[in-house]
């Protein structure tokens, strides 16, 4: 039972069809507490969909998803902000959730958009939009973050960072995170457990196990499974003290 | 110095700006135009039925109005036609069910002018009282939803994720919208109420950058149409509704205007 405190989502053999088309189907897993779960697979393979699936942003799915937390923070892939709303940075922080000028500052700060507070959030670059995405779903401390793609469009520099800091939150706050990477890099050295999708779970353990199943060599190619290996001998940078990446030059 | 009926038709057209100004900003977020140009013309069904059954006008107008969005709601979440074409289906066939209910009432002179477009100079006391009453309930409750309400017109998906229970306050928006129409429509009438929603709240947008600042502008713009408006029509003897509306175009305008002069001096 005591296991059971720390699960924050549970989905058990979920599945969602739209217009007589599954998207996905019998789709289990879970995620805990300073866990993070990725969900890799390719185009069409229901990443997305699955996300949703836990969010409970879909309706009439088949099977059951258990929520165990209400405190969530969910970047979306797509986020379109219509010109009819004026809306600042500082105006969007606040959207779900009640915080002070410090804890806005804060978040932004560690995303490096700090400068940005009072822009119009459509002047923004796509870089910089996802990393005010980022800010306003850590600055709400949620239990639960849900990150479908979160470092699209950042510059190469920026995304590592961004990924240090999305670990360096899931440790800090103890939150849960359920995230959506095209990068297998990423995926394999900083995940817990893997999901790999293709209409239906394909495969799934710990990015070691993943990396060595013959339907994610299938999935991905010869080449994607050595991925792990290439990461692994990769030494072209080094770690600071507070575990941030310094990079060789 | 002023009559009565003017100082009531003030009274009236003031407080319902105060409520239009808020809503307006959603409307225009949410490109709600026609959406409010549907509830207004299914008003006029409401009309016919409140007098065919001798019951309250604004009661039966919120009721028809309300039916009339949540048939909506339910439609655009099981066929697959476009919102406009939906809200066009449902505006124009709600009227003219409306214009043949009033056919079969030709016993009763009936004035479809003062349908369409109000009389404001007809407020009476019982009709203020609506108007305060019922828009400060109309205020509160927007007040209440507005947090979930605006996070999911910025995005429904990330206002469901995050537990913000999207469904619910469109839902309750969408009776708001009906409600302003319900008690607006003795005195600016069916086809001038959307103005009433759509042209401060556009206004606003030309002077505003983020949202409450537009809420307010919005008020402004609808209470300086009001006055200007009305005190014209005074002067003019022009038909009091419309000159409000004209006012509120003209104010429009002027927005358009400083965004121009502005611009230039930041060159």
């Known amino acids: ?249 | 110095m002023f009559d009565d009926f003017f100082i009531r038709a003030l009274a009236a057209g003031l407080g319902l700006a105060l409520v239009t100004g808020p809503l307006g900003c959603f409307v225009i977020w949410r490109r709600l135009s026609f959406f409010a140009g549907t509830l207004a013309h299914s008003a006029l069904l409401g009309v016919t039925l409140a007098i065919s059954f001798d019951i309250n006008i604004s009661f039966s107008v919120l009721l028809v109005s309300s039916a009339i969005a949540l048939i909506l709601l339910r439609l655009q979440k099981t066929t697959k036609l476009p919102g406009d074409a939906l809200l066009g289906l449902l505006a124009h066939s709600s009227l003219a069910i409306g214009l043949v209910v009033i056919g079969f009432l030709s016993y009763i002179r009936f004035d479809i002018m003062g349908l369409l477009f109000g009389d404001i100079l007809a407020v009476n006391k019982k009709d203020l009282l609506v108007i305060w009453v019922g828009g400060a309930i109309i205020l509160l409750i927007l007040k209440i939803i507005w947090k979930p309400l605006f996070a999911s017109t910025v995005n429904y998906e990330l206002a469901e994720a995050e537990g913000m229970q999207p469904e619910k306050v469109n839902i309750i928006f969408t009776i708001l919208m009906a409600a302003i129409i319900a008690i607006s429509i003795k005195m600016v009438g069916i086809l001038l109420i959307t103005g009433m929603l759509i042209i401060p709240a556009a206004m606003a947008r030309n002077l505003a950058n983020n949202p409450q600042q537009m809420v307010v502008l919005s008020i402004i713009g609808g209470i300086l149409a009001v006055l200007v408006g009305l005190f014209s029509s005074m002067q003019f003897n022009s038909a009091s509704g419309p000159s409000i509306i004209t006012a509120a175009l003209l104010l429009f305008i002027l927005s358009f205007l400083k965004i121009n002069k502005l611009r230039q001096l930041k060159k």
């Open chain 1, 1 to 249: 039972m005591k296991e059971n405190n720390n699960i924050l989502v549970k989905l058990e053999n979920t599945g969602v069809q739209v217009d007589k088309k599954w998207l996905v189907r019998g789709v289990s897993f879970e995620i805990q507490r300073g866990k993070i779960v990725t969900l890799i697979g390719p185009n069409g393979s229901g990443k997305t969909t699955t996300a949703k699936l836990a969010l409970g942003i879909h309706k009439n799915i088949e099977g059951k998803v258990h929520k165990f937390t209400n405190k969530i923070s969910y970047v979306p892939q797509k986020i379109s902000i219509d010109w009819t709303l004026p809306l600042r940075v500082s105006d969007f922080m606040l959207l779900t959730e009640n915080l002070t000028t410090n804890e806005i500052d804060t978040a932004l700060d560690l995303t490096g958009v700090k400068h940005l507070k009072n822009n119009d959030l459509r002047n923004l670059s796509g870089g910089e939009f996802q990393r005010v995405l980022i800010a306003r779903a850590i600055a709400k401390k949620p239990d639960l973050l849900v990150l479908d793609e979160p470092v699209q469009g950042v510059d190469f520099k920026g995304e590592i960072a961004l990924y240090e800091l999305i670990k360096k939150i899931s440790e800090k706050l103890g939150c849960g995170i359920l995230l959506i990477s095209h990068d297998l890099h990423v995926v394999m050295s900083a995940t817990d457990y893997v999901v790999c999708l293709n209409g239906h779970v394909c495969c799934s353990g710990t990015p070691q196990a993943v990396a060595n199943d013959s339907k994610y060599k299938e999935l991905f190619g010869d080449r994607a499974s050595t991925i792990l290996s290439v990461y692994e001998h990769d030494h072209d940078h080094t770690h600071s003290t507070d575990g941030s990446i310094e990079t060789k030059k």
